[in-house]
Structure formats: C-alpha cells, structure tokens
C-alpha cells in the first residue's frame, strides 16, 4: 500500500466547496471553552459539509490562533456565526424549521444508534447543539431542545472530549443525510 498524497486526494478548493451543497446540519456550540475544540469542530463541520456553526456565549471565534492551530483553515470554508446567548440561537433555529437536538446525557435521550431521524420529522432540517467542556449543555437550552442524543459509552468515563463526540455525532449525521 501506498501512502496517498494531499495533492492525490482530488479535494475541492475553498471556492469549489463553497458552492457545493451543504448538509441540512446546524451545529451549536453552547459554551465551549477551548478554542482548540471550537477549531476541531471548523475541521470536522468541512469535512462532513454542514451547512453551518453556531457559536454562543464564551465560545472563541475567528481569527484566533488556537482555532487555526485545529481548523487547518476550515475557519475560513465553514459558515459560520456568533450568538451571545445559545438559547436565542436556538430559538432561532426551531424558527427556521430545525430539529434541534441536545447532544447530551439527559433522561429520555435516544443512544445514537437507535436515533429514528423521521420520528423527528418536519423539514429534514437538523441542528446539533454541543455543550461546555465541563458542564455540558445548559439545562435552559437542553428545555428549548426537540430532544436529546447520547452516545453508547461502555467504559468506566461516562463522557468523551465534546470535539470527539462532535466527531462522532456528526459522522453518523453525514452518513444518514447524505
């Protein structure tokens, strides 16, 4: 086997993927701290094609050097916005006809595996709304929310870094969507 080159990969330019249809997928990132994960989330958000970022309240925006540092640019391809208050932001979206749902370990949340996106239903818009490092999603915003998803975990830690979990979610999202 032979190590493909990033040249080799036949990837879109920044213009290119501008006008590439994007994913009815919203994220929201309520609180997130590290500007290293609000980075990773611009990377992941280009790779699967969502439709755009969301960021509230102390989540860092660009141009900031950590966000780069793990964006490797995707800042600059990602559409994005900032709302002060992540309820206003969600509001907002149930507005625009989103599902929106709380990625979070909360009484009633479906495991990711299980999640039926038509029992949601409506306009096949969705948008995903990640919490603070530590805290999680805000119960104000989790009571503003459709409903919740969790990922199945079996291990001894019951949570996973919110950039990896965005990782996950976000793939099974891209997988289901597209």
């Known amino acids: 086997m032979q190590k493909i080159r990033n040249e080799e990969l036949g990837r879109p330019t920044p213009e290119e993927f501008a006008g590439q249809e994007k994913l009815p997928l919203a994220v929201v990132l309520d609180n997130v701290r590290s500007a290293?994960?609000?980075?990773?989330?611009?990377r992941t958000g280009d790779a699967f094609g969502?439709?755009?970022?969301?960021?509230?309240g102390i989540s860092a925006t660009p141009p900031l050097r950590d966000i780069h540092k793990s964006a490797l640019g995707a800042e600059l391809t990602v559409a994005w916005e900032?709302?002060?208050?992540?309820?206003e932001a969600v509001a907002r979206l149930r507005e625009e006809g989103y599902c929106v749902l709380a990625v979070e370990q909360v009484?009633?949340?479906?495991s990711l595996e299980k999640l039926d996106l038509e029992a949601f239903g409506g306009s096949g818009k969705f948008a995903l709304v990640f919490g603070?490092?530590?805290?999680?999603?805000?119960?104000?915003?989790v009571d503003l929310c459709h409903g919740a998803v969790e990922i199945p975990q079996v291990g001894t830690k019951h949570s996973l870094n919110v950039a990896v979990s965005g990782g996950v979610v976000l793939w099974e999202f891209f997988r289901r969507l597209r």
Not at 82 to 87: F, G, L
């Open 50 to 56: 969502i439709g755009r970022l969301v960021l509230c």
């Open 36 to 42: 290293n994960n609000v980075g990773a989330f611009f």
């Open 132 to 141: 603070n490092e530590v805290e999680g999603v805000r119960q104000e915003v």
């Open 107 to 110: 009484w009633g949340a479906v």
């Open 82 to 87: 900032y709302v002060k208050d992540s309820a």
